[in-house]
């Protein structure tokens, strides 16, 4: 069986190696994606334990992300529904306060190519700042909390989401709406799109 352009653009992203030089743990891709998948996941890039797996969102983050959308890990890893496809591929390095931003080497070279091979996209969850100017960059508001906010404003193709991470344990106590009023619109639509 011939192999999609998907496939083909997958295969040269693992072995991918512009920025390796900047990376402090060498390069290693980490995505998720498949032509079927209705939601995209656009996340900012892999941690440590992500690094060290190989597989998106596996660490604490990825268990939060999970129950906001109300799905359980075969579910999550099922690339036929859920692609991954964060604005770098690979670990970053850590800086003073976490992680350090994702290398912009990935989205220049890869990103626009790989999201044009996946036409079935219903939802794109764009998670943290990062995602949010590259997805969001015509509409986003002056901050990440006042776009996750007006979240209608871009419903339904579009969620700004905060990072899931544990680091944001303060900004979900400040904003219990987020939680109380988007997660159930969220799930309702996660679980229509993979299992319609």
């Not at 498949?34 to 998106?56: C, F, N, T």
């Not at 579910?75 to 964060?86: N, V």
């Not at 906010?149 to 987020?178: A, C, G, T, V």
């Not at 619109?185 to 679980?191: C, E, I, K, P, S």
């Amino acid at each position: 069986m011939k192999n999609s352009i998907l496939d083909t653009i997958v295969s040269d992203v693992r072995k991918c190696t512009l920025c390796e030089a900047e990376l402090p743990l060498g390069a290693r891709p980490v995505l998720q994606v498949d032509e079927q998948a209705k939601i995209l996941i656009a996340g900012q890039a892999p941690g440590i334990r992500v690094h060290e797996s190989g597989v998106p969102f596996t660490d604490p983050s990825g268990d939060r992300l999970r129950q906001w959308m109300g799905i359980d890990n075969d579910t999550f890893y099922d690339a036929s529904k859920i692609a991954i496809l964060p604005m770098g591929f690979c670990y970053p390095g850590t800086g003073k306060s976490g992680d350090l931003p994702p290398r912009p080497e990935c989205a220049k070279a890869w990103r626009s190519e790989i999201l044009a091979a996946m036409p079935n996209i219903e939802l794109i969850l764009v998670i943290g700042i990062y995602a949010q100017k590259w997805h969001m960059s015509e509409v986003k508001q002056k901050n990440l909390t006042e776009t996750v906010r007006n979240w209608r404003d871009y419903w339904p193709e579009l969620l700004p989401l905060p990072h899931p991470s544990p680091r944001n344990n303060i900004w979900l106590k400040k904003n219990p709406w987020f939680e109380q009023e988007v997660i159930p619109h969220l799930q309702q639509r996660v679980a229509l799109l993979v299992d319609g």
